[in-house]
């Protein structure tokens, strides 16, 4: 087991972690329905994924979330979410958030009040406590979206400042905080204001605690923010038996492959088969006849886009480097399956 890392319950679970050569792995402690105490896994299926040297792990006991840090990548913060529902955990996934580089900066501690996860952060121009909220279906006060931004602040937030310069048309905005990545400012939602939503500004330059924009953003509302970006990556599809075995007696030809969305503005697919050029297809929520000039628009749907390679040759990820929404429900594919003749 690992010592320095601290167990965390949540229901009827308790989870710890242990060590296993220059990796970790998650085991989660319980009584099942025979009364019979038992441990699983739940690393199992990503045995290269956690790092090594984890020393603290938090819980949201009402979201059956838990946080952890590992002093080998201490920009990184490692996130396993899980769900059951009669007695059987119908999901089990695990997320990586990076803040930043190591050399700027380092996550210190992490804990949870209800939904809101607590972080203790050491950047390159003084440490910072951050919240960020976990909660399912979270979206911005008055709108029906999130905007995804890090170190998020607004126009009217604590530090935040602005002058205009009419010469040069710029507005200058100091936030409270060194820019470290590249920033973003993008318009909000206001009731009774005339700023249109969604609109990215122009950033001309930044340096220091300034960014300075083109235009005039007196009176305006907007969020300023980084950039990140949202990155899933396909694991290998395979058919599968009654017993969910998968089947590997031959080769499966994988044609087209089709992902389920909702309350989505936009996204990226990169599929790369192996020893070819990769080829990228793009999800805007601007869909033709649904879509409402100057606003966000946000659809449900199915994403569908061709593949045409081997399953076991192929890469496939999932991209979202803007401040919009994508919601992810499931995947699907067509094929070919060539079963392998008796030799």
């Known amino acids: 087991n690992n010592r320095l890392t601290k167990p965390v319950s949540i229901g009827k679970s308790v989870f710890f972690m242990f060590d296993k050569g220059t990796f970790s792995g998650m085991r989660e402690y319980f009584i099942n329905q025979n009364e019979v105490k038992d441990s699983d896994d739940v690393s199992g299926n990503i045995p290269k994924y956690l790092p090594a040297n984890f020393y603290k792990l938090a819980a949201a006991t009402n979201e059956s979330i838990i ?24 999901q089990s996934a695990w997320h990586k958030f990076t803040f930043g580089t190591a050399s700027n900066t380092k996550i210190l501690n992490v ?8 972080m203790i952060v050491q950047r390159s121009d003084g440490l910072y406590i951050m919240k960020m909220d976990l909660s399912p279906a979270a979206v911005d006060a008055g709108a029906s979206y999130m ?6 602040l607004s126009e009217s937030s604590t530090g935040v400042s602005q002058s205009y310069d009419s010469t040069n048309n710029r507005t200058t905005i100091t936030i409270p905080y060194t820019v470290d990545n590249t920033m973003q400012v993008v318009t909000r939602f206001v009731s009774g204001n005339a700023t249109i939503a969604g609109q990215v500004q122009n950033i001309h330059s930044q340096s ?7 235009g005039d953003l007196t009176g305006k509302k907007y969020f300023i923010g980084e950039q990140f970006t949202f990155e899933y990556e396909f694991s290998k599809q395979f058919l ?14 994988i044609r087209n492959f089709a992902v389920n969305f909702n309350d989505t503005g936009f996204f990226t697919v990169e599929v790369t088969p192996e020893n070819r050029d990769t080829s990228t297809y793009t999800f805007t929520g601007n869909v033709v006849g649904n ?6 628009n946000l659809n449900d749907g199915t994403f569908r886009f061709a593949v045409a390679s081997q399953n076991e040759k192929l890469k496939m990820v999932i991209k979202n480097d803007t401040f919009l929404p994508s919601l992810f429900t499931s995947a699907e594919w067509e094929g070919i399956f060539y079963k392998r003749a008796a030799g």
């Open 240 to 253: 599968r038996r009654e017993n969910n075995v998968a089947i590997t007696e031959g080769r499966t030809q």
């Open 291 to 296: 879509a409402e000039i100057g606003s966000v």
């Open 111 to 118: 804990d949870f009040i209800d939904t809101d996860l607590f």
């Open 147 to 152: 905007t995804h931004l890090d170190s998020k």
């Open 208 to 214: 220091g605690t300034s960014i300075v924009v083109n």
């Open 67 to 90: 946080c952890g840090l590992s002093s080998s990548e201490v920009n990184s913060m490692y996130i396993y979410q899980f769900y059951y529902a009669n007695n059987q955990k119908l």
